[in-house]
């Protein structure tokens, strides 16, 4: 085996999952067909949920100083989310580029092997492992992995190679989007609908104003070359009456509103993980946030399986878990997609969701749902608020002043034990070489975790077993996530 993993693709999702899998001490090797990256930045920011994830790692700090807003829209409607109480704001202009930038220094400080220049020819999953045949700078080669992760993006090679279905709808529509120099433009954050379509402009760093423009009627094409800033400015007249031809185009780009997802996220030793599993219309910027989050929830789990100790199927839970966190991603990105880019005769719908994001549950919801933090796997049975759901930061006092956020920095599991119980951690010895176990006394502890004894945590920082209000008791939770123990 040349490494335990090869992923394929270091974009958010592959470096994200380098990392992870560098985290859990799990040898890999990503390569990348790009020589050096592009520095183009589709996705911009980060959801509340991608900032705790961060925050989670520890590697918030690299991002330096992040501007965070509490103003969000869906569909190009104002939700306040601000109303989500306990998470972090969203962060607004961290371009794509910079986050690929930290997540790649990142990794490669753990020992991630990152080989740029390197494209995927062909693979072969022979059930033992997998056969990767690579073009490199060095010509063509075979590099061997336990398994094999596409995080390649949408026209993902992996996906095509491996034979994944990959049902959906086509684009219906091309939309442009430009990063500007030398001009100056009203902001419209969250968007202006107008007669003839839409458009966006927001502030970047460094001078840069960012542009979107959605015209109807507009059909799409499949480009082999980006757009030209002329189409761009002649679509922007179009719709806005503004002449922004004078404006120096640092970069250009089109997309479209196709919608699709694998049917399975995992094929033998075969998995996909980002826009190679899910593409949509980039409403919200949540592509990129998920994208990141498939590998969050896939690293531990692939890492458990190379080291031996994964239970039956937590492998699997991959597929089950994401896959439908996936499909909510396409329905709420199509909703909006109607709400934002359809015509007048959606006005009245328009009108009424705006009466009801009013009411503070309905914008909690909408805002939980874009944000990533309305999240809820099966772990089992039980009345706690919180399983299934991700951990709230907490407040610990324990040996030294602590949180529950900085106990995941290691990627472990982590089992809070609140009462200071010695039964508990005697039932929980023998995992101690996969869950860290922590006696602590909350401060100022959220509704959610009042009159609660004790919380055990998967490394992606979701709840799999809470007392009192789990169905399992605590050997079964830890034997269903973490396997077997030792001796």
Request: proline fraction near 6%; charged fraction near 25%; aromatic fraction near 6%.
């Amino acid at each position: 085996m040349d490494a335990a993993v090869i992923v394929v693709g270091a974009g958010p999702a592959g470096l994200m999952l380098a990392a992870e899998l560098r985290v859990a001490g799990v040898d890999v090797i990503v390569v990348e067909r790009l020589a050096r990256r592009t520095g183009e930045s589709r996705g911009l920011g980060f959801t509340a949920r991608t900032m705790e994830v961060f925050d989670q790692r520890g590697i918030l700090p690299r991002f330096g100083g992040i501007e965070t807003s509490n103003v969000g829209h869906f569909g190009g409607l104002p939700v306040d989310f601000g109303v989500l109480e306990g998470a972090w704001q969203a962060a607004k202009t961290v371009p794509q580029s910079e986050t690929e930038k930290h997540l790649e220094e990142w990794a490669v400080s753990l020992g991630a092997d990152i080989r740029r220049g390197h494209e995927m020819l062909s693979l072969t999953d022979d059930g033992e492992g997998v056969d990767v045949e690579v073009r490199g700078p060095e010509g063509v080669h075979t590099l061997r992995a336990a398994y094999l992760v596409g995080c390649d993006g949408g026209r993902s090679a992996v996906r095509k190679a491996a034979g994944f279905d990959f049902p959906g709808t086509p684009s219906t529509m091309e939309m442009f989007l430009a990063d500007l120099k030398g001009i100056e433009l009203a902001p419209r954050m969250i968007g202006e609908t107008l007669p003839g379509g839409m458009v966006m402009v927001g502030p970047l760093p460094g001078g840069i104003t960012r542009i979107i423009v959605c015209e109807r009627g507009t059909p799409p094409q499949r480009r082999e070359t980006p757009p030209s800033f002329e189409e761009v400015a002649d679509a922007w007249k179009r719709l806005t009456g503004e002449d922004i031809s004078h404006a120096e185009p640092v970069w250009v780009s089109s997309f479209g509103d196709a919608t699709r997802q694998v049917t399975e996220y995992r094929r033998g030793r075969v998995l996909l993980a980002g826009d190679s599993a899910h593409i949509h219309l980039p409403a919200g910027g949540q592509g990129m946030n998920t994208s990141i989050q498939d590998s969050v929830n896939l690293g531990w789990k692939l890492a458990a399986e190379i080291k031996g100790w994964a239970p039956r199927e937590l492998l699997d839970t991959y597929h089950t878990e994401r896959h439908a966190v996936g499909k909510r991603l396409l329905m709420n990105t199509r909703a909006q997609g109607l709400l934002f880019l359809s015509g007048p005769e959606v006005q009245p719908l328009r009108d009424v969701l705006t009466e009801l994001i009013e009411y503070r549950d309905v914008s909690r919801h909408l805002a939980a749902m874009v944000s990533g933090l309305e999240i809820s796997y099966d772990v089992g049975g039980g009345t706690h608020p919180l399983l299934g759901r991700r951990m709230p930061h907490l407040r610990l006092d324990a040996d030294r002043p602590t949180s529950s956020t900085e106990l995941l920095h290691t990627g472990r599991g982590v089992l809070l034990d609140l009462e200071d119980n010695r039964r508990l951690r005697s039932r929980a010895a023998g995992w101690a070489d996969r869950v860290d176990t922590v006696t602590a006394r909350p401060q100022d502890a959220p509704e959610e975790l009042r009159n609660t004894a004790a919380v055990l945590v998967r490394p992606d920082g979701y709840v799999a077993w809470a007392a009192p209000g789990s169905h399992h008791d605590l050997p079964m939770a830890l034997e269903r996530w973490f396997g077997r123990p030792r001796g």
